[in-house]
């Protein structure tokens, strides 16, 4: 059943569908917040009030032309970090997730995995540095694989001026860190 069919279930109080909403989007938001906040109490905390906000909100909720439930969805989940942020409950952090697929029948060598975790590190810690809006367009981009039209609405601009941010933001990490080829394509 699509996004759009549940909202209008839920929007007619079938409570059924509030529940498969939020077992489909659970995980997703779980692991944009996690990336973005680091702390796993905190983490849940928001993705339960992200989803009491999208139940007492629903019946606001205007489907747009080509615009997605998840990115309503994940336009509360960023807003409510921002709250929290500027109450000082969190700190702002941001991780890429480090490769955990080596196998004995891996090409890469145990060192050259060890040296990869080691850039994946520090483009960590500097994704830490970048400004709050860079690092929601880095992990809507890098981690939920976001379209610039997903994240433009989320963030409320442009698709170009969310490439334009994206681009600045993996210039600010590539020079900070000292590298010209750090391995975040532009997609």
């Given at each position: 059943?699509?996004?759009?069919?549940?909202?209008?279930?839920?929007?007619?109080?079938?409570?059924?569908?509030?529940?498969?909403?939020?077992?489909?989007?659970?995980?997703?938001?779980?692991?944009?917040?996690?990336?973005?906040?680091?702390?796993?109490?905190?983490?849940?905390?928001?993705?339960?009030?992200?989803?009491?906000?999208?139940?007492?909100?629903?019946?606001?909720?205007?489907?747009?032309?080509?615009?997605?439930?998840?990115?309503?969805?994940?336009?509360?989940?960023?807003?409510?970090?921002?709250?929290?942020?500027?109450?000082?409950?969190?700190?702002?952090?941001?991780?890429?997730?480090?490769?955990?697929?080596?196998?004995?029948?891996?090409?890469e060598s145990i060192e050259d995995t060890v040296i990869k975790n080691e850039a994946i590190n520090s483009i960590n810690q500097v994704i830490?540095?970048?400004?709050?809006?860079?690092?929601?367009?880095?992990?809507?981009?890098?981690?939920?694989?976001?379209?610039?039209?997903?994240?433009?609405?989320?963030?409320?601009?442009?698709?170009?001026?969310?490439?334009?941010?994206?681009?600045?933001?993996?210039?600010?990490?590539?020079?900070?860190?000292?590298?010209?080829?750090?391995?975040?394509?532009?997609?």
């Amino acid at each position: 059943m699509t996004d759009e069919k549940l909202v209008e279930l839920c929007k007619q109080g079938e409570e059924y569908a509030f529940e498969i909403l939020i077992q489909r989007y659970h995980q997703h938001l779980h692991n944009f917040i996690f990336g973005y906040i680091e702390n796993q109490q905190m983490t849940e905390d928001i993705v339960q009030e992200t989803f009491i906000k999208m139940i007492k909100n629903i019946q606001t909720y205007k489907l747009k032309a080509n615009a997605k439930f998840s990115t309503w969805l994940f336009t509360i989940a960023r807003n409510t970090i921002t709250d929290e942020i500027r109450k000082g409950k969190i700190r702002k952090t941001v991780y890429i997730e480090e490769d955990e697929t080596l196998t004995d029948d891996s090409d890469e060598s145990i060192e050259d995995t060890v040296i990869k975790n080691e850039a994946i590190n520090s483009i960590n810690q500097v994704i830490q540095t970048l400004a709050p809006d860079l690092k929601s367009i880095v992990l809507l981009r890098y981690h939920m694989d976001f379209s610039y039209k997903e994240i433009s609405e989320v963030i409320k601009s442009t698709p170009e001026k969310v490439k334009a941010r994206l681009h600045y933001a993996i210039g600010m990490i590539r020079k900070k860190i000292g590298a010209r080829e750090v391995n975040m394509d532009e997609r």
